[in-house]
């Protein structure tokens, strides 16, 4: 069955990988599944077809024979259990793998999304200038964290799962901000990721569809 997936017909980044499409891009070069894009405008996205496949309006969907996902978290999990190379054979191995898929998603990525709001959206507010330092400084305490129980091993928990997919993703979205260079550690974690043959794959096929997009600051 062929699988398909959507993505924007043009990324406001610009084809940085910063869409989350490029998340499940790089799960499918990973477990070595090919894959169809179906590229939908930011109008097509709201219309009735695509809320049949994702009712929030948003990008990427995956679609297998009968089986209709979003979310890339619950997309990625699911390639990550039916196909080897994203999670551990141990059991163990594989819940703190997945645990730290959630940790991604849900503790270090909602701070990095606010400072996005708080520079674009929020940015000529009067108070704007009081909330940037506050969200900044969130950020920090969480990569702290993250640094910290890092160390100096090459990923969280013995070899590259499902969990650095998630967590460097995420951890992308800080590049244009700076924050991530204040720890070189998480630098080093990020380039290694960016570094897989299955993640330059994943770049290399949506930069092909949006390298003439001038991108959008984050």
């Known amino acids: 069955?062929?699988?398909?997936?959507?993505?924007?017909?043009?990324?406001?980044?610009?084809?940085?990988g910063l869409a989350r499409d490029t998340r499940v891009r790089w799960a499918l070069e990973?477990?070595?599944?090919?894959?169809?894009?179906?590229?939908?405008?930011l109008?097509?996205?709201?219309?009735?077809?695509?809320?049949?496949?994702?009712?929030?309006?948003?990008?990427?969907?995956?679609?297998?024979?009968g089986l209709a996902l979003f979310e890339t978290g619950a997309i990625v999990l699911h390639l990550a259990q039916i196909h080897a190379g994203l999670l551990p054979d141990d059991a163990d191995a594989r819940a703190r793998a997945i645990a730290w898929m959630f940790a991604a998603l849900n503790t270090v990525e909602p701070p990095i999304?606010?400072?996005?709001?708080?520079?674009?959206a929020e940015g000529d507010r009067p108070w704007a200038g009081q909330r940037l330092p506050l969200v900044e400084d969130r950020i920090r305490q969480r990569l702290a964290q993250l640094a910290t129980r890092l160390g100096r091993t090459e990923w969280l928990d013995g070899g590259f799962?499902?969990?650095?997919?998630?967590?460097?993703s995420v951890l992308l979205r800080l590049r244009p901000s700076g924050l991530l260079d204040e720890f070189p550690r998480l630098a080093a974690y990020v380039a290694r990721g960016e570094a897989r043959p299955a993640y330059l794959r994943a770049f290399a096929a949506q930069w092909a569809v949006n390298a003439v997009i001038e991108p959008q600051a984050v």
């Open 43 to 65: 109008r097509a996205m709201k219309e009735p077809a695509h809320l049949r496949l994702h009712p929030f309006g948003q990008i990427p969907t995956y679609e297998e024979g």
């Open 30 to 41: 990973e477990v070595g599944r090919p894959y169809e894009v179906r590229f939908v405008s």
């Open 113 to 120: 999304l606010d400072l996005a709001v708080a520079r674009l």
């Open 1 to 16: 069955m062929t699988i398909v997936i959507t993505a924007f017909e043009r990324s406001p980044d610009g084809g940085k």
């Open 161 to 168: 799962s499902a969990g650095d997919l998630m967590m460097v």
